[in-house]
């Protein structure tokens, strides 16, 4: 069964992006997939440095390598993506994400900083072999509200999963054998 991988980048449970990836998550388990989140702030920090090597990160490493979709949230901190993430990735070949499919999802301060998307994001995810779909979100402090994110932010997740989906959908259809129809 196709499966969807959320990585949290945040050093925070409670964070924005984070609370970005439960929706594109049950966006995903809505359709079918089965669902799992990774906290990047729940692994050990010699595991994310490549120092050591414990369960939790050999069993963040393969779902993520057995995932289809594969969403990415970050907040943005010095105009580009979390350290915890950059150690993550850092721990996969350039081809570990070959033929899967990427979502990236960053939150900021402003609106300054929303080319994280495409100067950050889709460069670190193409560089391990994924294809990164074409709508990216970012959103703002102020596109949050107590009951969570504004509904332009949710729509244009549910647009990225529909995007993803699709994309997952083709590249499984792609990968059957080729069978040549008979004549008869």
Known sequence: ?????????????????????????ARCA?????????????LPADDLL??????????????????????VGTPVYR????GML?????????DA???????????GGGSAHQLVIDHALRPLLASVGAQVVATG?????????ADGPQDVVT??????VAEALGIADVAAVAAQPFRAASKG
């Open 1 to 25: 069964m196709t499966s969807a991988v959320a990585i949290s980048g945040s050093p925070s449970r409670e964070s924005r992006s984070r609370r970005l990836l439960a929706h594109a998550l």
């Open 97 to 107: 994400l070959d033929g899967k499919v990427a979502i990236p999802i960053a939150t």
């Open 86 to 94: 950059k150690v993550f990735f850092d721990l996969f070949t350039m």
């Open 50 to 71: 490549g120092r050591t090597k414990s369960a939790a990160i050999a069993d963040a490493l393969a779902a993520v390598s057995a995932a289809r979709i594969v969403i």
């Open 137 to 145: 979100i970012y959103a703002t402090d102020a596109q949050f509200g």
């Open 79 to 82: 105009a580009s993506y979390s």
């Open 30 to 42: 809505g359709a079918g997939l089965d669902t799992r989140l990774i906290d990047l702030c729940d």
């Open 155 to 160: 729509q244009r997740i549910d647009r990225a």
